[in-house]
């Protein structure tokens, strides 16, 4: 599946920069695997430096693939500390993808541990230690709440995802059906599509026999088993229907 395209078509791109804008965190969005499928957005500078070395790169993809992973498998919002000791939330996107925002930090990063770092991923020292003093030191209730607004924008905007999605699915069935000659196959295909798309158990298509005043059963889905003409008319009068 192409996630950055679906993803993107639905409006996330937008998403993770209106997050960054809202909240004033470092943005990226990944698929089900943790690969970025956007830029990322509001990126530090402390970031950006870790980036520009191959093996600061391979540590930070590491990172996300392992966060994006933990976040689909239970469905919960997960905060981690990165190999660089910055703050990360993954919140997970319809089980499409994960948002992850960070570049925060709970305390001054020390200068030891920075040492360390600027070896691992090969960038200059005491550059790394400069930009590190300009990392944001946020409180626990601040991370707390800014974890709950994106889990909110990501929730809202999951629900503008699947009518996307039941459209994508609309145009497909609509394509498919303009292939088909026979009206019992156009039927059938029909009511399946639309059960699957919909994530409905069971679908049942009627048409009305004016003459009759009664709903005829056309073709049905989920109902394995069941005798559909002991149940192929319907009367109309003094029901739901």
């Known amino acids: 599946m192409d996630y950055a395209r679906y993803l993107e078509r639905a409006g996330f791109r937008q998403l993770q920069e209106e997050i960054a804008r809202a909240t004033g965190l470092a943005v990226i969005t990944t698929d089900p695997e943790g690969r970025a499928l956007f830029g990322k957005s509001n990126p530090p500078a402390f970031c950006v430096l870790i980036n520009g070395t191959p093996e600061g790169r391979l540590a930070c993809s590491a990172f996300r693939c392992e966060l994006a992973r933990d976040v689909l498998a239970t469905g919960e919002v997960r905060r981690r500390v990165c190999h660089a000791g910055l703050i990360n939330i993954g919140v997970p996107v319809d089980g499409l993808g994960v948002v992850i925002a960070g570049g925060v930090a709970v305390g001054r990063l020390r200068e030891a541990k920075l040492a360390s770092l600027a070896e691992e991923v090969c960038c200059p020292r005491e550059r ?111 029901s739901v229907a």
């Not at 459209?167 to 029909?190: P, T």
């Not at 158990?201 to 889905?221: F, N, Q």
Request: no cysteine; net charge negative.
């Open 128 to 238: 790394l230690i400069e930009l590190a003093r300009e990392v944001p030191v946020w409180t626990e209730v601040r991370l707390a709440e800014v974890a709950g607004l994106i889990r909110a924008m990501t929730a809202y905007a999951a629900r503008t995802l699947e009518s996307h999605r039941m459209l994508l699915e609309v145009s497909r069935l609509a394509e498919e059906i303009v292939l088909l000659r026979d009206e019992g196959e156009i039927v059938a295909q029909a009511v399946q599509e639309a059960a699957q798309t919909l994530r409905a158990p069971i679908a049942l298509l009627r048409t009305y026999d004016e003459r009759k005043g009664v709903l005829v059963a056309r073709a049905a889905h989920g109902l394995e088993g069941v005798d559909l003409e002991a149940m192929r008319e319907l009367p109309v009068e003094n």
